[in-house]
């Protein structure tokens, strides 16, 4: 019994092994579908419900169970693995099920996709409205118990800084003003604790582009509700896309599609050009995809016709 009892505190943990760090590595690694959805840039760390365990501990627990302890691990490590395949090919509510029965988990692993997961069911275009806001609050509560569980985890910042913007749009422009303050932290630490990972920095990008065209209006909002309202530019918007196409060229249709606006903004209609008909052939693999796809846009057409045909 006292076996069963560490292993349940220790079964969700796998070590990473460091390159040139002359770590050893402990248990099975594999190589993820894609780079950029992993905690450590191509490492994946499961971690103890526990904030840690030493290696001493971990190594008690292989001499008193270990055929128990790699057989868990290699369980936890058969349904990433499943959930990557299934992410990559683009079945989110086959994915959504697989993580689903995971909910309650102390894995930050199984968290933060679960809630990348309910996001991607919520930008379904035939959802009702009312599901749309049922998955948006619970993708951003799976997002929050991921970072709650490991605060090192990359994914569990990037998601929850994703899931607390679209959860602003139900709470009013005060709450969603305010809340990009915590947003933009939550991106940066994303980016700090893995600089290689192309999707973080891409919406870091959107961060600034989405204040870059903040209406007059909402501007003199936010001037009146904060001392410092969040500001920037088109030209910091462009250098973080263009960051994000150096990390991993191709690796998203919206970046694409966010660098040809952007250009458009800074009135290169040549380079916007180029890269809205990058958007536009991009391979669809999820619904976004085919919601990029779907709306080819023209160089000469208008900024503002730009705008009414993407959605964010």
């Known amino acids: ?12 943990l796998l070590l990473p092994a460091n390159k040139g760090s002359g770590t050893m590595t402990l248990v099975r690694q594999y190589r993820p579908v894609s780079s950029r959805i992993f905690c450590t840039g191509g490492t994946v760390v499961l971690l103890a419900s526990l904030p840690a365990l ?9 001499r008193a169970c270990p055929e128990a302890v790699v057989y868990a691990l290699d369980k936890a490590e058969e349904v990433l693995e499943r959930a990557d ?3 990559s090919c683009g079945e989110t509510e086959k994915l959504y099920q697989l993580l689903a029965q995971h909910q309650n988990s102390d894995n930050a692993e199984f968290l933060w996709r679960l809630a990348r997961a309910s996001r991607d069911l919520a930008t379904f275009q035939d959802i009702s409205a009312e599901d749309k806001k049922r998955l948006t609050y619970e993708a951003f509560d799976y997002a929050k118990a991921a970072l709650d569980r490991n605060e090192a985890c990359f994914a569990a910042h990037k ?11 139900y709470e009013g422009i005060k709450v969603k003003i305010g809340n990009s303050y ?3 932290e939550h991106l940066e630490r994303a980016i700090e604790l893995n600089p290689k990972d192309a999707t973080s ?14 209406p007059w209006y909402q501007r003199k909002i936010a001037a009146t509700l904060f001392a410092s309202p969040p500001n920037a530019t088109y030209e910091e918007a462009l250098e973080y896309f263009l960051k994000a196409e150096e990390v991993d060229p191709n690796f998203y249709s919206k970046n694409l599609l966010m660098l040809g606006r952007t250009y458009l903004m800074l009135k290169d ?3 916007a050009g180029l890269w809205l008909s990058r958007a536009r052939d991009y391979p669809a693999h999820t619904e976004e995809d085919k919601q990029v796809g779907s709306r080819p846009i023209r160089p000469q057409e208008t900024r503002f016709r730009v705008l009414r045909n993407t959605r964010k």
């Open 1 to 12: 019994m006292a076996a069963v009892r560490v292993l349940r505190c220790t079964a969700p």
């Open 54 to 62: 030493s290696y001493l501990g971990y190594r008690a627990c292989r």
């Open 85 to 87: 395949y299934l992410y």
């Open 159 to 169: 998601w929850y800084a994703v899931c607390l913007s679209d959860v602003g749009d």
């Open 182 to 184: 915590i947003i933009k």
């Open 201 to 214: 920095i891409h919406i870091l990008g959107y961060w600034c582009f989405a204040f870059a065209e903040l």
């Open 269 to 271: 209609k040549e380079k």
